[in-house]
């Protein structure tokens, strides 16, 4: 009987009876993933132009470094290096960032569609959220098959920094990413403190107390102390395992941090992709049920 009663009245609120849940689960979901969006947006945001929000994650090691050279008024060296430091970060910005915006867009018109009861916006929305959905799930399945492609995108910007490095003077970038870089993580080089043999751009010459050294390797892969101080040791004099990081090179500690990110960040797309296509199913029996009481009018 109620199913009758809902059959006589207007075409309007036909649609509404038959479809009510579904759109109101279409709607919730929609909000919740243009929320999550607006956040992924905002993340990618910080990732990628947030030079105060590399600051905040990484102020003690570069504070520490700024105020051993006597750079801690130079607000120009405090840019380049946070610069530097966010261009190994920008991949995670761009994908929180790209992946939020699409889902934002995408959600909005599902919400739209929902709250108007349109089956052909509703149509479009599931169509190209299952799109979005295919084209994640191929990025994930692939990385995970193969994570190597990816993650060879940071040793690149590695091995860039390394060839570019000066001294431990220089306010270049290559050379204060790797100033900072080297000591905080107590490494040397890309494999080791023999890829800077060779490089064009390494200055081995080094002024201290002692006059002028000819160095072999950078000052900044000597041990030393949290503040940059030099520990009693005869380094950079004389470079060994003892008194330096020379055989320790920054990859090694680098690639399982960049490879964890990455595998967390693909498990955060796979539950997103989860929910959208459990949206985009929704969706579809909602324009599917809004269709099937229109023929039954006729």
Known sequence: MDDVGCQQRDPGSKNACSSVPCRFLVIGICILLICAGIISFVVGCLFTWGH????????EPVDAYLTYMGLTENEAAKTM??????????PFG???????LCTTALCCIGLYGAS????????LFSSMLLAKVLILAVIIIAFHAQPGPVVETFRVLLTTAVKGYKNLDSLDKHSLLLNVMMPHLKCCGVTGAEDFTGSKNFDNQFVSNEGTIVLRYPVSCCKRKENYDKLPNKCPEVFDERNSYIKTGCWSILEGQVLSALTKVSFIVIFTILIEFTLACFSIYATMTMEEVKTSQV
Do not use: D, K, P
């Open 52 to 59: 105060r929000t590399m600051y905040n994650y990484y102020m």
């Open 81 to 90: 290096v946070l610069a530097a430091i966010l261009e190994f970060v920008e």
């Open 94 to 100: 761009q994908i929180a960032l790209w992946i939020g």
């Open 116 to 123: 108007v009861q349109s089956r052909f916006i509703l149509f």
